[in-house]
């Protein structure tokens, strides 16, 4: 490792996290995306600080629109650059006032003969905008756009059938995902607008692993129909036909479609059913806190944008008051231990959930690998 000729330090290698700082391991994939934010929840001259993957990673937008993500520290004395202010597409400092641009680089230094110190520079991270959300690309590898699925039918119909929303959680990602890629607690943890009448229970649905995915599929009849879908079903009380498929996607994104029917010729597809395309994406702030988004777009009642709100408010209620104290309750339980070193018990419906965890957990150890051998 060569030194820095002015000081004698070691140069800063940049940790696969993101963080600067040279944590040792990550317990995270990283040359990957990750959501960071909605679009929303990053506007006009707003800067919006947010830890991901361990890192402080402060996000802004240039006055084109373009979203910016820059370690969220400035080299000086390390005070978060949120706590500074804009200077056009620039910060400053809230300390000295060291000036930097979007792409990390100090512009301005006020002090003595203004010079700006070679080492003034921060990281900066690569961002796509897509779908209603900012992603970020936080490893040591050149972003690949190619890494982002194409969750391309979010954008299919008009703004009043999606909706997107924001659940931070105090517990390890991996219990999120565990939660949506086993789908039998619905009707013990859940109420009536997704309850499947105690149909899901009993089934051991096939699940599938291609290409670094895995999916699980479930196929039932339920009377009346779930409760988001039966006010859109010809016969509200009646059987309806439902299916739902489900897929993960590395490192940590759940897309989830679901549908009824009572039409016997029907296919079980999204777009032979009343139904919905969701997402769930999850980013660790750190090893037990994660931010969590869902968005969902709707094929029935797009251009209703009164009973767009309800809808996600609803779905939105339901994660947080009924899925969320349960997962919170796992993590303060599980504290920092290791899922599989306690021993858990498993049964039929963990298949999903556990093959994302061994999966998951391979493409980390590869990643580890390549980056000890310098690769
Ligand atoms: S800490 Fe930022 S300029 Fe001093
Ligand atoms: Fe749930």
Redo the contacts with the bound molecule.
């Keep these: 490792m060569t030194k820095n000729p002015t000081t004698g330090a070691q140069p800063i290698t940049f940790h696969p996290s993101g963080n600067a700082v040279g944590k040792p391991g990550t317990p995270y994939l990283t040359n990957c995306w990750y959501a960071a934010a909605l679009s929303r929840e990053v506007q006009g001259e707003d800067m919006l600080a947010r830890q991901l993957l361990d890192t402080s990673v402060l996000l802004y937008r240039k006055a084109d629109g373009e979203p910016v993500a820059l370690h969220d520290r400035c080299p000086h004395r390390f005070v978060p650059l949120s706590k500074g202010k804009r200077d056009g597409d620039d910060v400053v400092c809230a300390y000295h006032a060291l000036r930097f641009d979007c792409t990390g680089q100090c512009t301005h230094n006020p002090h003595g003969k203004q010079v700006i110190p070679a080492a003034a520079k921060v990281r900066s991270f690569p961002l796509l905008e897509k779908w209603g959300f900012i992603w970020i690309w936080m490893g040591n590898e050149p972003a690949d756009a190619s890494k982002l699925p194409d969750f391309g039918e979010l954008d299919n119909g008009p703004a009043s059938g999606i909706g997107h929303t924001y659940m931070p959680m105090k517990a390890n990602f991996e219990l999120i995902i565990d939660?949506?890629m086993d789908?039998s607690?619905?009707d013990h943890?859940?109420g009536e607008i997704?309850s499947t009448r105690g149909q899901l229970t009993p089934q051991i649905p096939p699940v599938k692993e291609e290409n670094k995915t895995v999916n699980v599929r479930w196929e039932w009849a339920q009377t009346p129909p779930m409760g988001i879908f039966a006010p859109f079903m010809q016969k509200p009380e009646e059987s309806a036909r439902h299916f739902v498929s489900v897929t993960w996607y590395a490192p940590a994104t759940i897309q989830l479609t679901i549908g009824a029917t009572q039409d016997d010729s029907a296919g079980l597809t999204l777009d032979q059913t009343v139904g919905q395309y969701d997402l769930h994406t999850c980013t660790p702030a750190n090893a037990n806190e994660t931010h969590y988004w869902f968005a969902t777009r709707r094929n029935h009642n797009v251009d209703d944008e009164g009973f767009n709100q309800f809808k996600i408010d609803a779905m939105h209620n339901?994660?947080v008051d009924?899925?969320g104290p349960i997962i919170e309750a796992v993590q303060r339980e599980m504290n920092t231990s290791d899922f599989f070193s306690l021993n858990p018990v498993l049964i039929t419906s963990d298949a999903a959930p556990v093959r994302v965890r061994r999966l998951l957990k391979q493409m980390i150890e590869k990643e580890a690998e390549k980056l000890a051998s310098g690769g």
């Design positions: 939660n949506v789908l607690h619905v943890v859940h997704i339901a994660f009924e899925d």
